[in-house]
């Protein structure tokens, strides 16, 4: 298709038995253009829509004969294609890697990163082609309709949608087609894309994930118990969202983002659970925690495997074949705490603790004598950075890394508070406060990561020295790892102490502090 076709919804059904509905009979002389074309087609994106936010649509079509994958642009334009072999159509989600070598693997797969493509549109097309003559009966523009009917996710028969389509060297004929299309009674231009009609009609919308706490709108004034039950529910949808792709295993961000959750839940419940009513906190809190040490050692491996090719290229003295057999251990692992996992998510205690928790929290009611969540806010966001700023004036070059890691849980709950209060703030002051947060929280997590990582990976290599079952070869690569994890730890130690100045600069202090007041002005 040409970027610059132009797209029309065909209002009246009744029309469509007609070859050529009555306003446009006047615009051309019209011939058929070929017989009915059956297309069995399928949109593929991301969980979280990053085709769509990056200005992408990737559509497989298939007819009785071919199968593709065509790319198109923000403007409608083909960007690429892919001609699939027969029986070689990827299974539905499938990661990018898993697309043939080609221009459409090539400018998708930076967009969706370690993201599987799902399909989050099914539908069956019934393509008539017109074509519009001349006086000397040469084609000079084509006219697509199309008949659709949604099958998934949810069943809908869509208007026609006729689709006007140039013909090189004819633009001003298609030009006067198109003003008689624009105006004809019972054509309309069509709002969107194929692609948005489609999920319009099935109830949803483009680009639309699950809820977040972060993206939840509250008021300054609203009771603080009725902005923590919107806030709370709407993770606790995000948190169910992603369990059927962290059971199905589809990508590794299900379980990422099911975690990102689950702490976020346990960071409001610790850090504002008065407000709640009495003992709900107590009551949830062990359950989230058990959760959440329930699907840490997956992610971890997940973050090993993940890094693997990293590993494998800042490799010096050994080679990347020497490091196989580490990385057969770790997926070995992997398989082995994705399955226990799994029964975790479908186990009783999992469902009773996301039924019960979601009905505690629809029966959460303000109080008679209430604070707003501008005080609480004020309140929390306060003693967090209070906190995190005695925590971090403590740190000396003799601390033990445990201090740093303590501090960089403070960082992150302070964090989670700034983006869970961050609708009522004014949005740069609250960006710029984020950005710096983040700044010290990611110096301190490479810190960690590195301490960690470097602590677990000695451990492997014990356990696959004991059992005697990979080469010294692989043993001293693993030694290579450790040695540069331990660079990467000293190096983050250096860069502390300028980002937690940063933080602690009176300008800093002066927005987290304002932040505060703005909302309880």
């Known amino acids: 298709m040409a970027s610059d076709m132009r797209e029309f919804v065909l209002d009246d059904a009744a029309r ?7 306003a446009l009979a006047g615009s051309a002389a019209w011939a058929n253009g070929g017989p009915v074309r059956v297309r069995r087609r399928i949109w593929l994106d991301t969980f979280d829509w990053r085709l769509y936010w990056a200005g992408l649509t990737l559509e497989q079509a298939g007819s009785r004969d071919r199968t593709e994958l065509v790319l198109t642009g923000r403007d409608g334009g083909i960007l690429a294609t892919e001609l699939l072999a027969a029986g070689r159509a990827p299974r539905w989600p499938s990661l990018v890697s898993q697309l043939p070598a080609g221009p459409v693997r090539e400018l998708v797969e930076p967009v969706a990163g370690v993201r599987a493509l799902c399909p989050v549109v099914r539908a069956t097309s019934q393509v008539t082609e017109l074509r519009a003559l001349n006086a000397d009966a040469k084609t000079v523009a084509r006219l697509a309709v199309d008949r659709m009917s949604v099958t998934f996710p949810a069943r809908a028969l869509l208007p026609a949608r006729l689709t006007l389509i140039p013909v090189r060297g004819y633009s001003a004929s298609t030009d006067r087609i198109g003003a008689a299309m624009t ?37 300054p004034s609203m009771p603080a118990a009725t902005g923590l039950r ?21 990508d590794t961000e299900f379980l990422h983002d099911l975690r990102v959750a689950v702490r976020r839940t346990r960071s409001v419940v610790k850090q504002c659970g008065r407000a709640l009513p009495s003992g709900l906190a107590t009551e949830f809190r062990p359950e989230f925690r058990w959760l959440g040490d329930l699907t840490t050692p997956t992610r971890d491996l997940d973050v090993y495997l993940l890094a693997y090719g990293r590993m494998t290229a800042g490799l010096v003295a050994a080679s990347p074949a020497d490091l196989s057999p580490f990385r ?12 226990r996992l799994a029964a975790g998510l479908r186990s009783a205690r999992f469902a009773r603790l996301i039924a019960g928790w979601r009905a505690a929290l ?28 005695r925590a ?42 984020v950005r710096e947060l983040k700044a010290l929280q990611d110096c301190l997590g490479a810190f960690q990561d590195a301490e960690v990582q470097g602590s677990e990976i000695r451990g492997f290599a014990s356990q696959l020295f004991a059992t005697r079952a990979v080469p010294a070869e692989t043993l001293l690569a693993m030694g290579e790892i450790a040695a540069g994890l331990a ?11 300028g980002r937690f100045a940063d933080f602690a600069s009176p300008a800093s202090q002066a927005r987290l502090a304002g932040l505060a007041l703005s909302a309880a002005a």
Request: charged letters at 20%.
């Open 328 to 339: 057969d251990y770790l997926a070995h692992s992997r398989t082995l705490q994705y399955r």
């Open 183 to 219: 105006s004809a009674s019972g054509i309309t231009t069509a709002p969107g894309t194929a692609l948005e009609a489609a999920l319009a009609a099935s109830g949803l919308r483009a680009g639309q994930p699950p809820g977040k706490g972060t993206s939840v709108q509250l008021s």
């Open 16 to 22: 469509l038995g007609r070859a050529v509905p009555d």
């Open 230 to 250: 919107a806030v709370l529910t709407a993770l606790l949808d995000e948190l169910e969202a992603n369990v059927p792709g962290t059971i199905a295993d589809i």
């Open 392 to 433: 971090g004036q403590q740190i000396s070059a003799a601390s033990p890394p445990e201090s740093l890691h303590q501090l960089r849980k403070g960082c992150k709950e302070l964090r989670y508070l700034v983006e869970m209060f961050g609708s009522i703030y004014d949005a740069a002051e609250r960006w710029q406060a």
């Open 487 to 497: 660079i990467a730890q000293r190096d983050a130690r250096r860069e502390f102490d």
């Open 362 to 389: 629809e029966g959460v009611r303000p109080p008679g004598k209430h604070p707003t969540v501008a005080q609480l806010a004020a309140a929390r966001i306060g003693a967090a950075n209070r906190r995190v700023l």
